[in-house]
């Protein structure tokens, strides 16, 4: 063959009609075949030509590898795997491994699997690729598979701890708690829980399972414990309700004498959370200081969450002011807590702000602020962003806008547009979307709609209570007795629980966290707390209160009625507080498991003004701000 120029400056390399460009520099190939395997190449950010005459085998092979890394089509991964058929072998750079890769990253799983199933002389390194690949994009089935045929077919070399980490990966997205602990016992058998990274693959599987008892028995029979082995055991206990064995952890930690890192101030004042402790969280922030992580963007934005969560919304605030160069998510949470505080003429300004200093909002962002709109009753901002959403920043609206826009026109009173909007959605609406509109219902005491959406959730979820019970009260509301007792009658037909979980106040004084029920007698100061609640009723009763009893759904006498909404558990909480903070200028910090009644909240608006003293309440949805007898949500809720 004789060689044939493709231009006064550029040749051609051997290869059919073909044309395949990547991110980073394109190789033409055309017939007819020219006598070596000359090469073009052009780099992106320059506009020469690159002419190598009698390129080496080598050098083809690394413009391969190249175009395999940076391939972003199923056409130009096609185009190399030809040339990889005609030019070079599977083995060669591991070229048919990252062919594999590549096509699974996009989406071809079945391509991938031919080709792996065609190469010859497959390695513990090309099936530990295809487990891992498998697992990170999702195909659980196919890693399991995977793994199983290699046990089979690769009779010299046994899994190593990189099979393993793939298929604990894979075991968890399978959520198969079975399938871990074949793993775990195969892992075991290899002498493999010796190596770090897999001790903490499987301390990270049992976490998610919630078997925290094997999860610290791996981490205390490790030879060797590493950041994330410490880490994990900050982030697991707290994941499954135990956050105090977290804190505990993080404790060890300092005492073995290792410095927390990034990572594990994130993981402990995920704890801090859950744990409710504002003093410890203070501490922990102090802590961040000392260590020189405070000018680290994601675990300020971390004590900028946690204060917001913890009803300390103006810590919040002096924390986002400290970021020198706040990203997305920092706004963002920003954002989300102005919006749970009911701050939401704040979130829009803070909106604007965060568009004006260039930052793209996400969608994320914009369910925060829709959220925001909604619980400040700003109907017509809330619809102009959700219409800009998409025809500015080209956002289409996900379930959760939906959720958010159906909330915001049902609690201003417009049922019928919240109806409307979600018969007109592009997409199948999912019991939250229903939800919002279902909670509309029952605030404004709409019957027939709140029937007709009631049992769009029953046919959704027919085994959550939830739905059952909310139109039991919303019957009894109305002192519709017989369709309250109906609805009993079918949650017992199911086989459903009649009882929600009961309602429970927290409060928080010297670093200890008080619980209350309805009625409680359990606590040692109880009489005393009591005997003061009773005294700010009769006070706020002179002011001009009337009791709501239309919130106590049960059929009994107005008299029995008041005495039992009087007992509720956040007005014990109130009580005790008032007793125990004698700093008018100090906030009372409440947290409720359920949404607060209407009662209550009135209570809480009186108690305010003539106490003079803020109250904050957080319910189920969000933050209530009590001062001067007005509330922050300025009864939107």
Request: charge should be neutral.
């Given at each position: 063959?004789t060689?044939r120029?493709f231009?006064?400056?550029q040749l051609i390399?051997?290869?059919s009609?073909l044309?395949?460009k990547?991110?980073?520099f394109?190789?033409r190939?055309q017939?007819p ?10 780099v992106?950010?320059f506009?020469t030509?690159v002419f ?12 391969l590898?190249l175009?395999v890394?940076s391939?972003?089509s199923?056409?130009?991964c096609?185009s ?7 030019s070079?072998n599977?083995s060669?750079?591991f ?7 590549c096509y699974t990253k996009?989406g071809?799983v079945e391509n991938?699997?031919?080709?792996f199933?065609?190469?010859?002389n ?5 099936w530990?690729n295809?487990i891992?690949?498998f697992?990170r ?5 196919k890693?399991t598979?995977?793994?199983f ?11 190593n701890?990189v ?5 604990i990966?894979?075991c968890i997205?399978y959520?198969d ?9 195969i892992?075991l058998?290899?002498?493999l829980l010796?190596e770090?990274k897999?001790g ?5 599987m049992?976490?998610?399972f ?6 610290c ?14 880490n994990?055991?900050?982030s697991v ?11 505990g952890n ?5 005492m073995?004498?290792l410095?927390?890192d990034?990572g594990t101030?994130v993981?402990?004042l ?6 409710g402790?504002?003093k410890?969280?203070?501490t922990v922030?102090g802590?961040?200081?000392k260590?020189g992580l405070?000018a680290?963007?994601?675990v300020?934005t971390?004590i900028l969450d946690?204060y917001a969560k913890?009803?300390r919304l ?8 400290e ?7 920092s706004?963002?949470a920003?954002?989300a807590?102005?919006a749970v505080?009911g701050y939401g003429?704040?979130?829009?300004e803070l ?8 930052m793209e ?6 369910v925060?602020l ?8 700003l109907?017509n901002e809330g619809k102009n962003?959700f219409?800009i959403m998409?025809?500015?920043y ?9 959720s958010?826009?159906?909330?915001l ?18 997409m199948e609406?999912?019991s939250g ?5 279902f ?7 709409n019957i027939?709609?709140?029937?007709e ?10 085994l959550?209570s ?10 009894s509301a109305?002192?519709?007795?017989k369709d309250a007792s109906?609805?009993?009658a079918?949650?017992k037909?199911r ?12 409060i928080?004084?010297?670093?200890k966290?008080?619980?209350?029920v309805?009625?409680d ?16 009723i ?23 009625k008041e005495?039992?909404i ?5 007005k014990?909480a109130?009580?005790?507080g008032i007793?125990?903070?004698h700093?008018?200028?100090?906030p ?14 009135d ?8 106490e003079?003293?803020?109250?904050i309440?957080?319910?189920?949805k ?7 007898g007005s509330c ?6």
């Amino acid at each position: 063959m004789t060689l044939r120029p493709f231009s006064s400056r550029q040749l051609i390399i051997p290869f059919s009609n073909l044309f395949l460009k990547t991110k980073t520099f394109f190789i033409r190939f055309q017939y007819p075949l020219i006598s070596a395997p000359y090469k073009f190449l052009s780099v992106k950010g320059f506009h020469t030509s690159v002419f190598l005459q009698q390129s080496s085998h080598q050098s083809i092979v690394s413009a391969l590898i190249l175009a395999v890394s940076s391939c972003s089509s199923l056409f130009y991964c096609n185009s190399i795997h030809a040339y990889v058929i005609k030019s070079v072998n599977y083995s060669d750079g591991f070229i048919g491994d990252r062919l594999v890769s590549c096509y699974t990253k996009l989406g071809c799983v079945e391509n991938a699997q031919q080709l792996f199933d065609e190469m010859p002389n497959k390695d513990l390194v090309s099936w530990n690729n295809l487990i891992t690949v498998f697992a990170r994009k999702g195909f659980v089935d196919k890693c399991t598979t995977a793994f199983f045929r290699m046990k089979f077919e690769l009779d010299k070399e046994s899994p190593n701890e990189v099979t393993l980490i793939g298929f604990i990966s894979a075991c968890i997205d399978y959520d198969d708690v079975d399938l871990g602990k074949y793993i775990h016992g195969i892992g075991l058998k290899l002498g493999l829980l010796f190596e770090v990274k897999v001790g903490n693959s499987l301390i990270n599987m049992y976490g998610k399972f919630g078997c925290l008892d094997i999860a610290c028995q791996i981490f205390e029979a490790m030879p060797v414990q590493n950041f994330v082995s410490w880490n994990l055991m900050v982030s697991v206990p707290s994941q499954n309700q135990f956050p105090e064995v977290g804190v505990g952890n993080f404790n060890k930690m300092q005492m073995n004498g290792l410095r927390p890192d990034d990572g594990t101030m994130v993981a402990v004042l995920q704890a801090c959370e859950n744990l409710g402790v504002g003093k410890l969280a203070e501490t922990v922030h102090g802590l961040i200081v000392k260590c020189g992580l405070n000018a680290n963007v994601t675990v300020l934005t971390s004590i900028l969450d946690l204060y917001a969560k913890l009803g300390r919304l103006k810590d919040s605030c002096k924390v986002f002011g400290e970021l020198i160069d706040p990203d997305r998510v920092s706004w963002t949470a920003m954002l989300a807590g102005y919006a749970v505080h009911g701050y939401g003429k704040e979130a829009v300004e803070l909106f604007k702000c965060m568009v004006r200093k260039g930052m793209e909002p996400d969608h994320v962002t914009f369910v925060h602020l829709l959220n925001a709109c909604s619980h400040s009753g700003l109907v017509n901002e809330g619809k102009n962003y959700f219409k800009i959403m998409s025809r500015v920043y080209g956002i289409q609206p996900r379930l959760d806008h939906y959720s958010c826009m159906v909330d915001l026109l049902g609690r201003s009173g417009h049922l019928n547009d919240a109806h409307e909007l979600i018969t007109s959605m592009s997409m199948e609406p999912n019991s939250g979307v229903w939800g919002a509109l279902f909670g509309a219902c029952r605030v404004y005491g709409n019957i027939e709609l709140g029937k007709e959406v009631a049992e769009q959730l029953f046919a959704m979820e027919p085994l959550d209570s939830r739905n059952y019970i909310m139109l039991s009260n919303m019957y009894s509301a109305a002192g519709l007795w017989k369709d309250a007792s109906k609805v009993r009658a079918l949650m017992k037909e199911r086989g459903l629980a009649r009882n929600p979980k009961p309602g429970c106040s927290f409060i928080e004084h010297e670093n200890k966290v008080y619980r209350f029920v309805v009625d409680d007698q359990y606590h040692p100061e109880s009489e005393k707390i009591h005997k003061k609640l009773e005294e700010l009723i009769q006070k706020i009763r002179k002011a001009g209160f009337v009791s709501k009893t239309e919130y106590v759904l049960h059929d009994v006498e107005e008299d029995l009625k008041e005495d039992m909404i009087n007992k509720h558990s956040e007005k014990l909480a109130i009580a005790f507080g008032i007793l125990v903070t004698h700093d008018v200028g100090m906030p009372i910090i409440i947290r409720k498991n359920l949404r607060i009644c209407g009662d209550c909240h009135d209570t809480a608006k009186f108690i305010s003004l003539l106490e003079n003293r803020t109250i904050i309440i957080r319910d189920a949805k969000r933050f209530h701000h009590f001062a001067n007898g007005s509330c922050s949500c300025g009864d939107f809720w």
